[in-house]
């Protein structure tokens, strides 16, 4: 009995030391640098620069940015120059945003924080700070904030206030498929023309830069989305603002193929024009249509991307009609449990990419694919359908084929064995 007395004395002497060092540990970082400053400034569209400035007790080694935009999970770290005298130090990072990979749009939420580096290979790290990154070519932006939508806009709250009410409307409509995803908000940054907005945008090709005009562009890790402003910014918004839904509803998954994505947005779409249909019935007629399997980029001919947009809104409006919001619902949690596009759709639906595919362009009226051996594809369900007779069809056809070839070598060998 005494031993276990002596044992749970040691043990909570043992919690009081460590409390106690982890208390002044926790002091002595907060000693360590005082005075602290930390400011960024923004060069839209080329650079974000983090600035700091302390006094430290001890000599700093190096100290590294760590900052991630949105709903980012990975961090992204580059580390400051930095100049110490005495006891004050100056640091400075300039991180670029305008390259392919490390564009950044505007209306995004940044979180950054500093890790300071001692020569005693001790380290501190402060406290998050945020601020959102805006185009600071203009200074006039406004922001117009209604429950899940956060619109950045200039000079027009009234078009500000309509897209809010459609965008609010939309996620009540895209609840059965996209279930609840609006733990954030989402952020709207709405130009005026399109001479503003070329410069925040995202280049797709150069081909597409010079023949089609970019009227919207969403970003699904910064949950941002650019609409220009005119009379079709109303299904562009609700569009792209899709997109960001169906992101978070699969995770951010990255099996989530175009023709299943842009279908989706173009489903959304609250404001629909025919421009779509007329392509599609186009590519019906010229046999332009991609197999789905393909329809994983967009085609560099303008023409076949539109036929694309057609296409991919023709199958979904053919899934969601045929089987309805909750089986889509469905392959969107498949596609975020990590599941390919084919199994996803035949965990969902019973046929796989090659069978939709087949059973859609029934649907529509339009010629069957052919494969790279000429051979058509049809679907699962028609297969099995189908089985019975033709099995019995071809195993009698086989039969009477290897009746008549063992009659004909058997002929062949009597008449040169006689």
């Known amino acids: ?13 043992l919690f009081i030391n460590n409390q106690e060092y982890l208390f002044s540990q926790q002091m002595d970082q907060s000693e360590v ?7 960024v400034s923004v060069d839209f569209p080329e650079t974000i620069n983090f600035h700091f400035e302390g006094e430290s007790t001890k000599k700093i080694e190096d100290i590294k940015v760590e900052f991630k935009t949105g709903d980012r999970k990975t961090l992204q770290y580059a580390y400051m120059d930095i100049a110490q005298k005495d006891l004050n130090v100056v640091g400075d990072m300039e991180f670029r945003i305008s390259t392919q990979g490390g564009f950044i749009p505007p209306g995004s939420k940044i979180t950054w924080n500093l890790v300071i580096y001692f020569d005693d290979n001790s380290k501190i790290i402060t406290s998050d700070q945020n601020f959102v990154l805006m185009d600071t070519r203009f200074d006039d932006w406004e922001l117009y904030e209604d429950r899940s939508v956060n619109i950045y806009y200039r000079y027009s709250r009234t078009r500000a206030e309509r897209l809010s009410k459609e965008c609010n409307e939309l996620l009540q409509e895209m609840f059965p498929i996209v279930g609840n995803v609006i733990d954030d908000p989402i952020t709207i940054v709405l130009y005026n023309n399109y001479s503003e907005m070329i410069g925040a945008i995202r280049s797709k ?18 949950s941002v989305v650019l609409v220009l402003a005119g009379r079709n910014d109303i299904g562009t918004a609700t569009h792209e603002m899709m997109h960001i839904l169906v992101g978070r509803a699969t995770d951010g998954s990255v099996g989530i193929p175009l023709w299943l994505n842009e279908g989706l947005a173009e489903y959304a779409n609250r404001d629909k024009t025919v421009s779509f249909d007329h392509y599609l019935d186009w590519g019906i007629g010229t046999n332009n249509l991609k197999p789905l399997k393909q329809l994983i980029v967009f085609p560099g001919d303008p023409n076949l991307t539109l036929v694309s947009y057609g296409q991919s809104r023709s199958v979904v409006n053919y899934l ?12 969107l949690l498949n596609l975020s449990d990590g599941q390919v ?33 000429g051979e058509i594809i049809v679907s699962n369900q028609e297969l099995s359908n189908n089985s019975d007779k033709g099995s019995c069809r071809s195993n009698g056809l086989l039969y009477i084929l290897a009746s008549l070839l063992f009659i004909y070598f058997r002929g062949f060998v009597n008449f040169h064995s006689s």
Request: net charge negative; glycine share 6%.
């Open 1 to 13: 009995m005494l031993k276990n007395k002596v044992i749970y004395l040691l043990l909570f002497l």
């Open 33 to 39: 640098v005082k005075n602290q400053k930390f400011s």
């Open 205 to 222: 090709s150069k081909t597409s830069d010079r023949e089609l005009i970019t009227a919207g562009q969403a970003f699904d890790e910064a």
């Open 320 to 331: 969601i009609d045929s089987f309805g919001k909750q089986k889509m619902e469905l392959l």
């Open 341 to 373: 596009i084919d199994d996803a759709l035949f965990n969902t639906y019973g046929f796989n990419l090659e069978g939709l595919d087949s059973n859609w362009r029934e649907f529509i009226g339009a010629n069957p694919y052919y494969d790279k051996e």
